[in-house]
């Protein structure tokens, strides 16, 4: 823990089983836990967030985005413990961005985590599609691995029958999205839960309650492989503002859910896009414009290449 990080909640005890031993404190949690009984608290905050928010209706079929990374991999490990008691049904979903050897690994650790969950997972890959992890004109490599993962999941989740697709982003994921906006002159929170389109499942995010570390704990506690190294093409700079939450936290504990939880208020749900769809005139594939982004970043890619 931090200097000055002192928190003022806990009273030495675990807020469950009332045992002493190496006691876990997240601030965003405003409790201390055991390593006991860590995981169990962490599961029913997300089976909290799916009921409060009806993430996942009953008989769905629910497919979980796993990157082979701690937060994917902790929410497809609580997903699998919590299908049959909220009765639905889980698979997997994975793409391979085909960045070397930390792709091939990521697929690897990927098919651990599902073979550990007793998942089964269903994987695409970039170069299937011919389309290249790369900077492109004013786009820098992350907003292209984004835009590519945001148009290739959910067209595997619908090959695969998936009602639902649950997405790994954290509560810091939602504040450093919504502080990028609020910078950028736009009052738009991510939603929750976007609603199935005619081209899409709908996309729920059930770890919007949990902090980014409490998930590396979680994996940690319940022994979950997970891919150690950072994506090669990780550009620091593109996540600074999780520093200005995380200072945020340590001087005033559970500001960021309260951030979180006063920012959805007053901010406008993005856009949900037109419902009418279209099948790309390039592939053929659902999507939302006449031509999907994965046809229209291929053009994109060939004609720099022309240059
Ligand atoms: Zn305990
Ligand atoms: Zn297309």
Redesign the pocket.
């Known amino acids: 823990m931090q200097p000055g990080h002192e928190l003022t909640f806990h009273d030495g005890t675990?807020c469950?089983?009332?045992?002493s031993e190496d006691l876990i404190r997240f601030s965003e949690f405003g409790k201390a836990?055991?390593p006991?009984?860590f995981p169990e608290f962490v599961r029913r905050r997300i089976e909290g967030t799916l009921r409060r928010f009806r993430m996942i209706p009953k008989g769905a079929h629910a497919a979980v985005a796993v990157s082979g990374g701690s937060d994917s991999g902790a929410l497809l490990h609580a997903l699998a413990r919590t299908r049959a008691r909220l009765n639905f049904s889980l698979s997997a979903v994975h793409i391979d961005m085909g960045l070397g050897e930390y792709s091939r690994r990521s697929l690897q650790v990927a098919r651990q985590q599902c073979a550990g969950a007793n998942v089964t997972l269903h994987d695409d890959a970039v170069a299937r599609h011919g389309v290249q992890i790369a900077p492109l004109g004013r786009w820098p490599v992350c907003a292209v691995c984004g835009a590519v993962r945001r148009a290739l999941l959910p067209r595997l989740a619908r090959r695969i029958g998936a009602d639902v697709l649950c997405m790994g982003h954290t509560l810091d994921d939602q504040l450093q999205f919504m502080m990028k906006n609020i910078l950028s002159g736009h009052a738009i929170s991510p939603a929750p839960v976007l609603p199935a389109t005619s081209y899409a499942p709908a996309k729920v995010k059930p770890l919007i309650q949990v902090p980014d570390q409490a998930t590396d704990t979680y994996v940690r506690l319940v022994g979950i492989p997970t891919v150690a190294e950072p994506c090669p093409r990780f550009v620091p700079d593109s996540h600074r503002f999780k520093d200005v939450f995380e200072l945020l936290e340590q001087h005033a504990p559970m500001g960021k859910l309260q951030f979180w939880r006063v920012l959805r208020k007053v901010m406008r749900p993005a856009d949900e896009g037109d419902d009418a769809g279209h099948l790309c005139s390039v592939c053929g594939e659902p999507t939302s414009m006449p031509v999907c982004t994965i046809c229209r970043l291929r053009q994109a890619q060939q004609e720099d290449a022309q240059h």
């Open positions: 675990c469950k089983c009332g045992s836990l055991c006991d009984c």
